[in-house]
């Protein structure tokens, strides 16, 4: 759990500051559960360049609750969070100086986005609060007041836990956990889980990262991990201290993250699934009288190939449909072995590429077609599809036929600028399974919109 914040200050001399604002949002790392924002008398001038930064002055918080009286408040929503603010060591020290004029001792953990955006997001222009969210496409309003920027703040940690593909933030949350009976254990875990799509994380004691899924309903299927009794799922249930996850709203994002992170995490009950996802490669050659042909294949990551499939017959399948709605020959695509005529030919529901009665430039220009919507040689484009929430849409970033990553951006902020597309991506290696993935789930699921990048202005 996490209590991100903002404060406002007096100014003045070093140690000598008084808080005039406070804002803060408790997040469980998808969602704010509680919340707490007052104005707060300092009982000591406010500097004058302060009063022109945040609008804040002497007269607006003369009936203002002093820090006294909303200390209590501030202990109870910070309670077994780590604190997360926009330098976090200047909002720490405030805090702790103004506890300390009241003999309490105030500690807790606590994590800075401006460090965690200059490991997250290197080679931004500016790493201030204002600058780093306006150039993330992230909304801001009430800028230098408490409210506007914790909230801000929200939004830009919660890109951030998203940008942590090693979950580093994550286990150290979990550090801070108690221990509980397993059966008791077991039980909470699943009754904080959301039944939305998404990726999960199963968390030793320490933290570390013992088995990561995906699933249209997780919390279904961490149940389903819960309640079995076969030897891995039983290793699992001893294990696991705590699950975190991250929801994607698209099945596709969830896909691409599961498949990147157990190949980056290489989580200890996950090594069945480090294997390659698909069995069959679809390629092209062209015969001596000019024809491509089409040829399924046992897949081989040293030969050029078109599309891949998860087996040699879901890949038949496909390719019957494809036959249908290309009008193609059977012969040409190896599915009727032949020396002659194929079959469709005799029924006339081939134009006769195989007995030369087509001509191979009209034969091929549908062969080109087909190739064209199944490969990614040479093209860029975007993925758009359901978000985290109604107002949300996720992205796939394909560029010069090569995976580069996915993000989420806000309806209210349409992406119409590479530079924006590619500071809200988060980066992922492009390997023959992540084509795979999206193939495959282009061929048979439907997305919301396949978008050119040649749309966006440079």
Known sequence: MYAILDLETTGGKYNEEGVTEVAIYKFDGHQVVDQFISLVNPERPIQA??????????????????FYEVAKRIIEIT?????????????????????????YDYQRKSLCTVELAQELLPGQES?????????????????????????????????????DSKKTIIQEAIKLNPKKQIDTKLRDIIADLPSSTGVYYMHNANGSVIYIGKSRNIKKRVNQHFTSDNRKSKKIQEEVEAVSYE?????????????????????KHNRALRRTKFKSQLVQFRDEAGYINLRLEKADPRKEHITTFATSHSAKQYLEKMLV??????????????DSNCFNYTIKACDGACVGEESAADYNARVTEFISKHSFENKNFLIIDRGRSVDERSVVLIEEGKFKGYGFYNLNFQI?????????????QDNRDARHLIQSYLRTRKVIKIMELTELEN
């Open 127 to 163: 790493y201030s609060l204002g600058k780093l969210v306006r150039n993330l496409g992230i909304p801001i309003t009430d800028r230098h007041r408490a409210n506007g920027d914790a909230l801000a703040t929200v939004k830009l940690f919660k890109l951030l836990l998203a940008k």
């Open 325 to 338: 709605e290309y009008n193609l020959c059977q012969s040409k695509m190896g599915l009727h072995t032949t």
């Open 49 to 66: 360049f302060v009063v022109g930064l945040t609008g804040i002055n002497n007269a607006m918080l003369r009936n203002a609750p002093k």
């Open 416 to 428: 119409n600028n590479l530079d924006i597309l590619e500071r809200i991506i988060t980066p992922m």
């Open 247 to 267: 929801e994607t709203g698209s099945e596709l994002v969830a896909l691409l993250k599961e498949n990147e992170e157990i190949k980056s995490i290489k989580p």
């Open 79 to 103: 309670q077994d969070c780590i604190i997360v603010a926009h330098n976090a060591q200047f909002d720490y020290r405030i805090l702790q100086l103004e506890f300390d004029r009241l003999g």
